[in-house]
């Protein structure tokens, strides 16, 4: 039985790596290995590593960049350095560059399971938890996950709900690849990008000749999701006819297709999502309220990314990680002072505006991103108090007063600025 630590091998020697895959393999730990630091941060990038096992002498970027950029975005992972060239200056160097253990080759199997076994591992509890795309460890982070454990593996329906960006369908995917429907289909549809009178059609399916256009029979989303699930994102954009179709999915476990009597029976977990309040759409009797008590038989709230403040740092090393391979093919660092700002920052646009300003950061900087890369409206700001709101007649009388003073009480100047005639301002003085 495979223990739950994954360890990440990194070593450009081939025999080395299938030597130490063959010593951990047989101690019960699952291995991912790499040969280069590129490759290891393809790995780091989607998966969740425990413990890094990596060499120092490589080619290209070496084993200490790897360890130095692990430890500041990977902070609580364990790290073991394993090299053929030892020195007193190497050992220095790994140990101040965040790693927790040093071993010289050639090393025996039992010296290799004591540094493995011996390594200073946090409690899993504290560690970052990452579900597919997702990633955090705040508490609102974790009352999310702790839902997701629960309906991942049964067709309970689910809505979920949250400001836009705020990774809605993230929580989808997770619910549905993390269960054990992960191998079946997984469709994705946005009610709101589907015109009104297509979205029947293209949920449902249709017959040949139900209306202008339908050349031959077509099946629709629901039918593409049998037995597996189907995501309706802005599910708060669906007419209220479509609603009633919807319902009868919900109810009967059956669809029809639009210009069809037959009904067909379908195998369908359905997740649905929105940014509206469907609460005031019922009142104002925009949204069906026995179709909105059937979509939350569970509900999951996604919070802001204002309420997350303490998984910005995960979210921004997430994102320097992805789009410093993809378009920098190097490593990306950022500064505490950066992450800083970021972290105070209030994000109207939530999670995909942070990812937008850390992708743009990445294609400024020259391998670290400092606070002068972040934009203007990232950054600290001064808000003056708004003058109180007067009448017209006072902000006129003090505007006429300051004309006046400038002038010097010249009254023949004044009114020619004011555009009136000596006359008029006698009057207004008075």
């Known amino acids: ?33 790499a040969v280069s630091v590129k490759e290891a941060l393809y790995i780091l990038k989607d998966t969740e590593i425990d413990l890094l096992i990596t060499d120092i002498n490589m080619p290209g970027i070496n084993g200490i960049e790897l360890i130095k950029y692990t430890a500041e975005h990977f902070p609580d992972m364990p790290k073991l350095v394993v ?30 399971e004591e540094a493995v076994e011996n390594r200073d591992l946090k409690s899993t509890s504290q560690l970052p938890k990452a579900y597919g795309e997702m990633i955090g460890a705040s508490e609102a982070f974790e009352d999310i996950t702790e839902i997701i454990e629960r309906v991942k593996d049964n067709h309970a329906t689910v809505l979920i709900q949250g400001e836009s960006g705020t990774g809605k369908e993230l929580v989808a995917r997770a619910i549905h690849y993390s269960g054990r429907f992960s191998r079946a289909p997984f469709i994705a ?11 029947e059609a293209e949920l449902f399916g249709y ?7 339908a050349n031959e ?9 049998n037995n597996g699930t189907i995501f309706l994102d802005e599910i708060g954009n669906a007419s209220l006819a479509v609603q009633g179709k919807l319902l ?17 029976k379908l195998n369908v977990r359905i997740l649905a999502a929105t940014n509206s309040n469907l609460e005031e759409m019922i009142a104002g009797k925009h949204f069906r309220e026995d179709l909105y008590y059937r979509l939350t038989v569970v509900s999951i709230k996604v919070p802001p990314l204002r309420e997350r403040i303490s998984d910005i740092p995960l979210l921004v090393n997430k994102f320097l990680q992805k789009y ?4 920098r093919d190097r490593l990306v660092s950022i500064t505490p002072e950066a992450v800083e700002v970021l972290q105070r920052y209030s994000w109207p646009g939530n999670i995909r505006e942070l990812e937008n300003i850390i992708q743009r950061a990445v294609i400024m900087c020259d391998g670290q991103v400092t606070v002068k890369h972040l934009p203007e409206q990232v950054k600290f700001k001064i808000d003056f108090p ?8 006072q902000v006129e009388k003090e505007y006429i007063q300051k004309v006046l003073a400038s002038t010097g009480n010249n009254k023949t100047q004044a009114a020619n600025i004011l555009g009136i005639d000596r006359k008029t301002l006698r009057e207004k003085l008075k």
Do not use: W
């Open 1 to 33: 039985m495979l223990k739950k630590e994954n360890i990440l091998l990194v070593d450009d020697d081939i025999q080395i790596l299938e030597l130490l895959q063959r010593h951990l393999n047989g101690m019960h730990y699952h291995t991912y290995s």
């Open 83 to 112: 090299t053929g060239f030892p020195s007193i200056d190497d050992a220095m160097s790994v140990i101040k560059s965040g790693a927790t253990e040093y071993l010289t080759k050639p090393f025996t199997k039992t010296e290799l």
């Open 189 to 199: 549809v946005n009610c709101g990008a589907i015109p009104e009178n297509l979205l």
């Open 207 to 213: 017959t040949k000749g139900a209306f202008t256009g």
């Open 217 to 225: 029979t077509r099946n629709g989303f629901f039918q593409a999701a």
């Open 248 to 264: 009868r999915v919900l109810q009967e476990k059956e669809v029809i297709k639009v210009g069809a009597q037959k009904p067909e």
């Open 324 to 327: 410093g391979v993809e378009y």
């Open 386 to 393: 708004e003058e109180s709101l007067k009448p017209l007649r």
